[in-house]
């Protein structure tokens, strides 16, 4: 299984970071791991202002699909005191997910499989939440993901995401952190995400945009890329080649409405 986000010797260059910058991997914690374990606009700020949205029972569970390097999983778990388990398609990524897993001690409430948002390996109505935070835009059949994040949500339950929305003026720049030339990105507007949800039995609560929010995280990084003061230990590490022009045109992106970057909380009623 192969997705822009493999990449061979991953594992080693993640964790030769966390050792270059001066962290003990027998005490890494959610705070510790956060500036590198959440890998999308805005990181760690982002999941915990998203997590607000989330409504989930004690004793519940949450899915997380595409769950990359897993901090925002493990902080749901801690967050909600509830069983998490994420999927992910990128081989790489979930062994390093697991291994941090172990290290931190989540293990007993975290759970990682590799597998396709698409075609889920869980039972019917498993969920009270599913969260997918900048995953959807490498996702081609939306359709079928949620024919099952509806499939695998218990009534009542809720699908929390942040969505890369294509915007007004067609196609963006590339490469962009998901996409180096256009292969494996596949945008859809945000009322077309709103239109796909509905057709599959879903509720709109509400969805907001969020290119403000999601510009500043991208003009903080850009100018630390800019400026050489990009710590040792960071989200750039799991971007791969060509940080700064994935990193700019995603700003331009935003700025030019190519992109259109969105927050919504849905239902299965
Ligand atoms: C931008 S990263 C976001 C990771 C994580 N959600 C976070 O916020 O830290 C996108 C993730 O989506 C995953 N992904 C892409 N296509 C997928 C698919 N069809 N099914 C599951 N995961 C997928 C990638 O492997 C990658 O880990």
Redesign the pocket.
């Known amino acids: 299984m192969t997705?822009?986000?493999?990449d061979t010797g991953f594992s080693e260059r993640f964790f030769a970071a966390i050792d270059a910058a001066g962290l003990d991997k027998a005490a890494l914690t959610i705070d510790t791991l956060a500036p590198g374990?959440?890998?999308?606009a805005m990181?760690f700020v982002?999941?915990k202002a998203l997590a607000q949205a989330i409504e989930v029972p004690s004793h519940g569970r949450i899915l997380?699909?595409?769950?990359?390097?897993?901090?925002?999983a493990r902080y749901l778990a801690q967050r909600f005191q509830c069983q998490v388990s994420g999927?992910?398609?990128?081989p790489e990524?979930?062994s390093v997910a697991q291994q941090l897993n172990v290290l931190t001690g989540f293990d007993d409430r975290v759970d990682f499989s590799v597998?396709?948002?698409?075609a889920l390996p869980y039972k019917d109505q498993q969920f009270d939440a599913v969260?997918?935070?900048?995953?959807t835009?490498?996702?081609?059949n939306r359709q079928q993901?949620f024919h099952e994040v509806f499939r695998v949500l218990k009534p009542g339950g809720c699908l929390v995401m942040?969505e890369q929305g294509l915007g007004i003026n067609g196609q963006p720049r590339f490469p962009v952190?998901?996409s180096t030339d256009g292969t494996?990105s596949f945008l859809l507007t945000p009322s077309e995400t709103e239109g796909v949800l509905v057709a599959n039995g879903f509720r709109i609560a509400w969805i907001e945009q969020s290119a403000e929010q999601d510009l500043s995280g991208y003009t903080r990084f850009l100018a630390q890329i800019q400026a050489g003061t990009l710590p040792p230990f960071g989200?750039h590490i799991?971007l791969g080649d060509a940080v700064l022009e994935k990193i700019q045109n995603a700003a331009d992106n935003i700025r030019n409405q190519h992109i259109m970057p969105f927050l919504l909380l849905a239902h299965r009623p």
Do not use: E, K, R
């Open positions: 997705t822009h986000w493999s374990d959440h890998i999308h990181g982002a999941t997380d699909i595409g769950a990359g390097l897993g901090g925002p999927i992910d398609i990128t990524w979930v597998g396709d948002g698409s969260v997918c935070q900048h995953v835009m490498n996702i081609a993901l942040s952190p998901w494996h989200s799991a």
